[in-house]
């Protein structure tokens, strides 16, 4: 059985996938979760024509009788091969390989609905772009999530193993078919790392503003994130090349200090844009460029190298993970980390009747 999703609720064009180039890739360990990595641009929607849900094989879902995790098959791209299981034991893969075991269990409940809503809507709206024409999704973090089968979990959790299952199979079978909804439709549930303090506005990102993926406080500091604040120094050197790699036509001449001009940073204080050697890079590209964690970042030019100094980790858009896990220690269930991060969204499964 495939993915269902009910007629009740086609209402706009299958979306034709935009560029997306993911970089997040973060330390496997107890500490660190493994992003789901940078959209260059978000899937976008087009809403005049009814949506057909498909798989990437082309052929058109109905509804089944019972939408629950263990009675949905995908189709998975892990090393070099298609595999099909259950999306409950996708789920199981995906929250261990996004989010650390050790995180509260509330907190990993929303990792849970997110990973499945994420995956509800890249199977049905994202017309497939070559990379894995007869799969559904992929386990490479740089192109859809990660995903770690049941042998890579014995190795990374050695005699952890039982304690580490139980509680990640917990968090998705307690949340068992459940969606995260706005309009009716499964949302774009991107997460993130850590957000620095605040989440950011889907539009200062990309450039299309999606009415739930709106700037929210969250609470993460240095004393609760590992790696809040990190550095990376290159000499000036080294960052010339590196930024005339990417752009030829920078003018990189004088003073390092005369090379960054004319930056524009949102609210939540990541870098929107600026003008880089004469040319306009965004936040996300400036990021890519250089490896850094965010885009909320400040530098220091000295003794001839550039130091960027960075604050948080990821894109910033929807559910930061090191805030939902202190959400939940403030006694936040699942379903409010959820409407929280997501404004104007509600959480439930879908329905035959929609």
């Not at 490479?140 to 990640?168: F, M, R, T, V």
């Not at 078919?177 to 990102?205: C, K, Q, R, W, Y």
């Not at 609760?224 to 090349?241: C, E, H, I, N, Q």
Request: net charge negative; charged share 20%; hydrophobic share 40%.
């Amino acid at each position: 059985m495939k993915i269902i999703l009910p007629a009740s609720i086609l209402l706009a064009a299958l979306a034709l996938l935009l560029p997306v180039a993911f970089s997040d890739r973060a330390a496997d360990g107890v500490s660190e979760p493994n992003n789901p990595g940078e959209f260059s641009e978000p899937p976008s929607d087009t809403a005049d024509a009814p949506l057909v849900y498909r798989m990437h094989g082309g052929d058109t879902l109905s509804a089944p009788d019972n939408a629950a995790d263990a009675n949905i098959s995908i189709r998975l791209y892990d090393d070099g091969k298609t595999q099909t299981l259950t999306l409950r034991d996708y789920l199981i893969g995906v929250v261990a390989a996004e989010m650390p075991a050790g995180f509260e269990p509330e907190a990993l409940k929303a990792q849970a609905a997110a990973a499945r809503t994420y995956t509800y809507y890249r199977v049905n709206h994202l017309v497939s772009d070559g990379v894995h024409p007869d799969a559904d999704t992929c386990s490479d973090p740089s192109h859809c999530k990660a995903w770690l089968s049941d042998d890579e979990l014995h190795n990374k959790w050695g005699a952890g193993y039982d304690a580490n299952i139980s509680k990640i199979t917990d968090a998705v079978d307690s949340t068992d078919g459940m969606l995260v909804m706005f309009d009716g439709e499964p949302i774009l549930a991107v997460f993130h790392s850590s957000s620095g303090g605040n989440t950011e506005d889907s539009a200062n990102v990309w450039s299309k503003q999606l009415p739930y993926l709106r700037s929210v406080d969250s609470p993460e500091t240095a004393e609760t994130v590992p790696g809040f604040v990190t550095a990376v120094t290159l000499t000036t050197s080294d960052f010339k090349r590196t930024a005339l790699d990417a752009h030829p036509e920078m003018s990189l001449e004088g003073s390092a200090s005369d090379w960054f001009r004319n930056m524009k940073r949102s609210n939540a204080g990541r870098i929107i844009s600026l003008s880089l050697g004469g040319v306009t890079v965004t936040g996300t590209e400036l990021r890519l460029m250089f490896g850094l964690r965010s885009a909320n970042v400040t530098w220091l030019i000295a003794d001839g190298s550039v130091t960027f100094n960075v604050v948080g980790y990821g894109h910033g858009v929807g559910l930061s993970q090191y805030g939902a896990n202190e959400l939940a220690k403030q006694g936040m269930n699942y379903k409010d980390i959820l409407l929280y991060y997501y404004r104007g969204s509600d959480v439930r499964p879908l329905s035959v009747s929609g």
